[in-house]
Nanobody, 114 residues
Framework: QVQLVESGGGLVQPGGSLRLSCAASGSIFSINAMGWYRQAPGKQRELVASIMSGGRTNYAESVKGRFTISRDNAKNTVYLQMNSLKPEDTAVYYC????????WGQGTQVTVSS
């Protein structure tokens, strides 16, 4: 069973940037699609970005043009570059396969506030 550890979150001002990392304990090479999800207080968890093994990406409309997902299969790591952050991006961010295939990690908190 692959275990996932997210990191890189923090407090940032609106318009700022963060880069999240998701380290997998096992190989993600064979996983067709990996995704970043987020859950804001009082809301359901939602998929914000996904990346196929061949590199094709998809984004939620709310983050399109601001977030970039990437993966390094050699390092078993998935990244999420977040630019032009907005207060509504505040949430706990998680990674997982798409569709979800593993137990959720602890996530990493992103807070966008002045």
């Amino acid at each position: 069973q692959v275990q996932l550890v997210e990191s890189g979150g923090g407090l940032v001002q609106p318009g700022g940037s963060l880069r999240l990392s998701c380290a997998a304990s096992g190989s993600i090479f064979s996983i067709n699609a990996m995704g970043w999800y987020r859950q804001a207080p009082g809301k359901q968890r939602e998929l914000v970005a996904s990346i196929m093994s061949g590199g094709r990406t998809n984004y939620a409309e709310s983050v399109k043009g601001r977030f970039t997902i990437s993966r390094d299969n050699a390092k078993n790591t998935v990244y999420l570059q977040m630019n032009s952050l907005k207060p509504e991006d505040t949430a706990v961010y998680y990674c997982n396969a798409r569709p979800v295939a593993f137990s959720w990690g602890q996530g990493t908190q992103v807070t966008v506030s002045s």
